[in-house]
């Protein structure tokens, strides 16, 4: 839980930091093609936040998992 | 059928991925180019490059205007076809502003049988060199506009194909507030019954709400850098949202934080009804205070109109139906593997 917390303030953290994302080509890029690149990027991020879910979800179900072995 | 809401959720989903990629913009004027300054009383050429346009010689009725205001424009005296989207328009401007001011800028408006009518705002700023100001020589003779034909959604100068990410970054945000009221009323159950299955399903539902406000936070700040210049402009709403983020983050810390399980299913239960209470105050109500770049906030016109049109309807709503019925599911799988950890704890609890 901590660590979660402490990623996401880094997470904003960085995205205020907009120098550091700062590429001209990657703007180049993303502004090709009508900028249909940034609908690509936002549904490959949602994509990533289900995976996430995926992964806690796992986490869990491992924990269940080894306490059922240890005591089932 | 029990799973039917399921099916349902993901064919919603899969419906607006398709039809909310599959449907083209309405062809559109990208960009305006001149190669000297626009004057009073001199001629100018402007070239008009197009977005998805079809420009063509010989089978079009292509009519362009440069407009200053509602009453006041000019029709061009010759256009030219360079390429597909490319078209030379050229104006003779009158010796004469409609306004006081030094400087006025016109819209370039493109009609056209094929593509159907296009703005490109601010498209020349004109110079007074004369300085004197009167209507002579301007008309208000923009008429008989032609409507593209055929299923396509708006074309925006700004937002161009990032449009469709209404159907993507908004519903998030839809199906979050959707979530958490879910979650808050079976927090309202628990408080009520003090049986701990809800206090389980509303920490469920909390956590797919959170998950889908935080991406609703990253596709926002993704959305936000090609169209607003910067991930993160300290916009209110945008503000408003990370607050929000944190008051739920606190109900988890919150609700970790106590040894005695009974205590902290209680005052998690009525910390989360009062994170839900503000919600509304965070993300509808203070942002409407002050400027935001948000639509439909801080004297912002809402999405509607040019922006959101039937056509973007009939992909939206699905879209806001499908990602809630969607983070249901996520939340429905938390909770019985909640609901399962406890049975197992219980059991070991009884056996000891």
């Given amino acids: ?72 | 059928m029990k799973h039917w809401w399921k099916i349902l959720g993901v064919l919603l989903m899969i419906y607006s991925i398709v039809a909310g990629l599959a449907i083209p913009l309405k062809p559109g004027i990208y960009d305006a180019i001149t190669a000297s300054k626009a004057i009073t009383g001199a001629p100018i050429d402007i070239v008009a490059v197009g977005y998805l346009t079809k420009f063509d010689n010989t089978k079009d009725d292509l009519r362009a205007w440069l407009k200053v205001d509602n009453e006041h424009a000019i029709a061009s005296t010759a256009i030219k076809v360079e390429s597909e989207s490319r078209l030379k328009v050229s104006f003779d401007i009158p010796n004469n502003l409609p306004s006081a001011d030094k400087t006025v800028d016109a819209a370039l408006i493109i009609d056209s049988k094929k593509n159907g009518y296009s703005i490109f705002p601010s498209a020349v700023f004109i110079k007074n060199t004369v300085g004197t100001n009167s209507a002579a020589g301007w008309t208000n003779a923009i008429s008989n506009m032609t409507q593209h034909q055929g299923m396509s959604f708006p074309y925006r100068n700004i937002l161009q194909e990032t449009i469709r990410n209404l159907f993507y970054h908004v519903p998030l945000w839809f199906g979050m507030m959707i979530i958490f009221l879910i979650s808050a009323i079976n927090s309202g159950r628990f408080l009520k019954t003090k049986n701990s299955k809800f206090d389980h399903k509303a920490a469920s539902y909390a956590s797919v709400g959170t998950l889908f406000g935080i991406l609703g936070l990253v596709t926002g700040a993704i959305w936000a850098k090609h169209t607003w210049g910067a991930y993160w402009s300290w916009d209110i709403k945008q503000n408003m949202s990370a607050i929000a983020m944190l008051v739920y983050l606190a109900y988890f810390v919150l609700r970790n934080s106590f040894e005695e399980s009974e205590q902290s299913a209680r005052i998690g239960a009525v910390y989360n009804i009062f994170a839900f209470v503000t919600l509304p105050m965070l993300l509808f109500v203070i942002p409407r205070l002050t400027d935001s770049l948000h639509p439909g906030n801080g004297g912002n016109p809402g999405f509607g109109g040019e922006d959101l049109d039937n056509n973007m309807r009939m992909v939206f709503y699905p879209a806001i139906i499908g990602f809630t019925l969607f983070g249901a599911w996520m939340a429905n799988i938390l909770y019985r593997l909640k609901a399962v950890q406890q049975r197992l704890l219980d059991k070991a609890f009884h056996s000891a």
């Fill in chain 1, 1 to 72: 839980m901590k660590e979660t917390i402490s990623y996401i303030f880094t997470f904003l953290f960085l995205l205020t930091q907009n120098s550091l994302f700062a590429q001209t080509a990657h703007d180049a890029f993303m502004r090709s093609n009508g900028k249909i690149y940034v609908v690509i990027g936002v549904l490959i991020s949602i994509f990533i936040g289900l995976v996430l879910f995926m992964v806690i979800m796992e986490r869990r179900l491992k924990k269940l998992e080894k306490e059922l072995n240890e005591n089932g």
